[in-house]
């Protein structure tokens, strides 16, 4: 259902953020990006649903349902955001707008593609709410953001994202600023609704632990390209690349030896080089 | 809220104490400045037992102050007719003035700071800029000449000069506050224009902004739903600061249209140096900026309900 | 480009100060020698702008003008800068209660803007180019104490200073040595930026017969005889409005550029 094609993003004067990355997604199938920050994941999920800044220069293909996503102008590139495709941001705190409260919120997302009708769009907004594991989705609906936990917050803007049941979810990194027990939750809640929207999902993140509990295969970038690419399995226990294994060893510390030294990335990759 | 309050208060007794002191202490014998140089010391005398000069100056401020708060002004020292009355009928004049010419900054700046802001890369952008930069420079009384060479003198469009007041009907009152209304609002905008944007640009770079495109809203609308409500806050302590500045501008306005309003009384009594009228007027306008200023800091829980919940206003 | 706004803006600015001393030494006409052409004279030879109301050659005003204009600023933005950066820095290391006392004060001071101070003292005094200076000279304070006050705070929380405060440098050291160069640039700003707010206060003044003498030639004042003739004589409302709006904006874009350009955290965000 999405199909990228030589992608890539410059800023500026600057190397290319991106560089000819090239992925394809079924239908209900979850990827995984993985790779630490400025390796261009972020880029590559800003690029898909066309909120990179006006001055970068996107070239390549993106198709989403036979759709090419590159070069839509802004007001028709509105009309599939939030609707075919939708993003889960990483910043729980600052993601929602502290002057609404939550429900209206989700309630302009269901509004926008679905139905204006302000009674409707309050059920679908409580319906939704339930389903990412409120038990007083009224109460929360009515509570502003600053009212809310981290937590709570993360799942109010899954809410936002799936209120219209989109074919593609890219979630950024959207536990890595919760607690760990937090976590775990809201992983939990994202599997529920993915599997229940019957959702695509890209999701990014620079912990391979994370992506291995939700994503059947997974992508490693680093600098703007794609190293690695193969199911969590493969990746997991045979990585190729130098980059992709560090990142496994760095990940895997329940198989390290008591007493030997932590492994960080940097050792793989000065054995490859 | 209450630690507001009594802020505000003593903000205004400090103000008032110094228009006093500037009014009262510094000009030296009153007295002798209304009679001239032919008195008497004992005329003297009386009129500075009549004026109450001769008292401690304490006393003096706080018989102006107590006179003020039962709305008693005290009595013009060259026509005898007390202050109050003075000011009554000029207050409808220059209130229509600021607050039409606030309204047409907030109309103009709001949509081309918008501009100025999304599309900083683009040239509209850029030309919105200029045209601010060159609207700051332009002074609100040469706008106000030139708008009647062309609009009043050429055109004749609007009258030159004058005013009609509400009550005797809509349409003169419109046209007679038309170009005073644009000169005072237009400069204001312009410089209201650059506020306006870099609060926008602030919002912008805001992750709420980016939630919002992210549901669908395109740049303009997310801006518009999201953007003008958080931008509110900084834009409402703005336009409190700036209202000083269009009240000022309005009396120069008022010259230039010979607009009966408050401006023109303060400016013909200066020329008088009758100090009890400069003085009543300058404290109301006063008065009412530093209450619009304590308005603003309050109404920031109405737009920021974080300031709502924690009790902080 | 924003290069481009400083060397704009510096070149308005030397024009304006080319004019004022140039006037110093030469004029076409006299200035101020009432009848010296025909009244109100057309723009041509030998009056340039043609002439007012009472025959002066309104191209001699206009660059004689510019010294009143300078002089008001330079003496406004003097007297604020002398009183307001000192306050500043004390106010960065007052005690809190004291500082906010300091605070609350330039709140009540923002409510007397240069014009109506002005207009205040010239009831007393009468309208004068003293009281004018005076008065916005006092007004742009404030301006001056929250810039200084800020920058200082936020150089008073660097690790260099709080090292020299903390081998027992004297205080007056510190604000010498670390904290008046690092705020130099935004009092720098300020200064222009308050240049043209003094201006543009003259000018009014002028306008309203309270500022700058009759017999002095001032941008403000010269609108105002003009309106007088302007069925007529439009033309001479024009030149004086233009020198105002010229020197303002040059000094305007002096200071944004300055400010973009010595301070890069202002540049805008990508």
């Known amino acids: 259902m999405l199909a990228i094609r030589g992608l890539t993003v410059a800023f500026g004067r600057r190397p290319p953020a991106v560089r000819d990355v090239s992925l394809d997604l079924d239908a209900g199938q979850r990827l995984g990006i993985i790779g630490e920050s400025g390796s261009g994941k972020t880029a590559t999920a800003l690029a898909i649903m066309g909120l990179l800044p006006e001055y970068a220069r996107v070239t390549g293909s993106i198709r989403l349902d036979g759709t090419e996503l590159v070069g839509l102008s802004d007001r028709e590139m509105s009309g599939l955001r939030g609707d075919a495709l939708s993003m889960v941001f990483q910043e729980p705190m600052t993601a929602l707008d502290p002057t609404m409260t939550a429900g209206r919120q989700v309630a302009e997302a269901f509004r926008l593609h679905r139905d204006r009708d302000v009674g409707r769009a309050r059920t679908a907004v409580i319906d939704m709410l339930a389903a990412v594991g409120f038990d007083d989705p009224d109460r929360i609906a009515d509570s502003y953001p600053h009212q809310l936990s981290g937590g709570q917050r993360q799942r109010v803007v899954t809410a936002m994202a799936l209120v219209n049941r989109p074919g593609l979810v890219i979630c950024d990194e959207p536990t890595t600023a919760l607690d760990v027990t937090v976590q775990a939750t809201v992983l939990r809640v994202l599997d529920e609704v993915l599997d229940a929207a019957g959702a695509s999902c890209l999701f990014i993140s620079h912990d391979l632990a994370v992506v291995s509990q939700l994503c059947s295969s997974v992508v490693v970038m680093l600098d703007g390209e794609i190293v690695e690419r193969g199911t969590t399995e493969q990746v997991f226990h045979r990585p190729q690349h130098p980059y992709a294994a560090g990142l496994v060893a760095t990940a895997r510390l329940d198989l390290l030896e008591p007493g030997t030294r932590l492994p960080t990335v940097a050792d793989h990759l000065r054995g490859a080089s | 809220m209450l630690a507001r309050l009594g802020i505000f208060v003593a903000s205004l007794l400090a103000a008032s104490l110094v228009i006093f002191v500037i009014t009262q202490a510094l000009p030296g014998d009153v007295a002798a400045a209304i009679l001239g140089f032919g008195a008497t010391p004992e005329q003297l005398a009386a009129k500075r037992a009549e004026l109450g000069t001769d008292r401690p100056f304490l006393i003096q401020y706080a018989d102006w102050i107590g006179g003020v708060l039962h709305g008693d002004f005290g009595r013009s020292w ?139 809203w395109t740049r303009w609308r997310a801006l518009a739903r999201h953007g003008v409500r958080n931008a509110a806050l900084s834009l409402v302590t703005v336009l409190g600061l700036q209202l000083a500045t269009v009240i000022v501008g309005a009396i120069v306005i008022e010259r230039v249209f010979v607009l009966p309003g408050l401006g023109s009384l303060l400016l013909d009594m200066v020329g008088r140096h009758d100090l009890i009228v400069v003085r009543g007027v300058v404290l109301l306008l006063v008065f009412v900026v530093l209450l619009i200023n304590a308005a603003v800091d309050i109404s920031y829980a109405l737009i920021d309900p974080r300031l709502r919940t924690s009790g902080r206003a | 480009m924003k290069r481009a706004e400083l060397w704009v803006g510096g070149a308005l600015v030397a024009t304006v100060v080319a004019m004022a001393l140039l006037s110093f030494v030469w004029t076409p006409f006299d200035p101020t020698a009432v009848g010296s052409g025909t009244r109100l004279a057309a723009p041509g030879w030998p009056h340039l702008l043609g002439t007012d109301h009472m025959g002066i050659d309104t191209f001699s005003r206009i660059l004689a003008g510019a010294r009143s204009a300078l002089y008001v600023g330079i003496i406004a933005v003097g007297i604020a800068a002398l009183v307001g950066v000192p306050l500043g820095l004390a106010t960065a290391w007052l005690p809190r209660w004291a500082s906010e006392i300091v605070m609350r004060g330039i709140d009540v001071a923002y409510a007397f803007p240069a014009l109506l101070l002005a207009i205040l003292l010239a009831g007393v005094f009468g309208g004068s180019t003293e009281t004018a200076m005076i008065a916005i000279g006092v007004a742009t304070i404030p301006a001056f104490i929250r810039v200084t006050r800020a920058g200082a705070l936020s150089v008073l929380s660097a690790d260099y200073v709080l090292a020299a405060r903390a081998s027992g440098t004297p205080v007056p050291a510190i604000a010498a040595r670390h904290v008046l160069p690092n705020v130099a640039h935004l009092i720098g700003v300020q200064a222009s930026v308050s240049f043209a707010m003094a201006i543009l206060a003259e000018a009014a003044l002028s306008y309203l017969g309270l500022g700058t003498p009759p017999t002095v030639p001032s941008w403000g004042r010269m609108l105002g005889d003009a309106q007088t003739y302007l069925v007529s004589h439009p033309l001479q409302a024009v030149w004086p409005g233009l020198a105002i709006a010229a020197a303002v904006l040059g000094f305007n874009m002096v200071g944004d550029g300055l400010r973009d350009f010595l301070d890069p955290k202002l540049r805008e965000v990508a």
């Open chain 2, 78 to 216: 060259y026509s005898d007719i007390p202050v109050a009355t003075l000011i009554a009928p000029r207050l409808e004049v220059t209130s229509s003035l600021v607050l039409l010419g606030l309204a047409l900054a907030l109309v103009i700046a709001l949509p081309l700071g918008a501009v100025a802001a999304l599309e900083r890369r683009q040239w509209q952008g850029f030309t919105t800029s200029a045209l601010a930069q060159f609207g700051m420079a332009i002074p609100a009384f040469w706008a106000g000449i030139l708008l009647v060479f062309v609009f009043a003198v050429t055109l004749r469009w609007f009258p030159a000069n004058g005013y009609s007041p509400l009550a005797r009907g809509l349409g003169p009152w419109a046209s007679h506050l038309v170009l005073p209304v644009v000169a005072l609002g237009a400069v204001q905008g312009a410089v209201l224009i650059r506020y306006v944007r870099s609060a926008f640009l602030e919002v912008l770079g805001e992750d709420y902004y980016r939630t919002a495109r992210s549901i669908g």
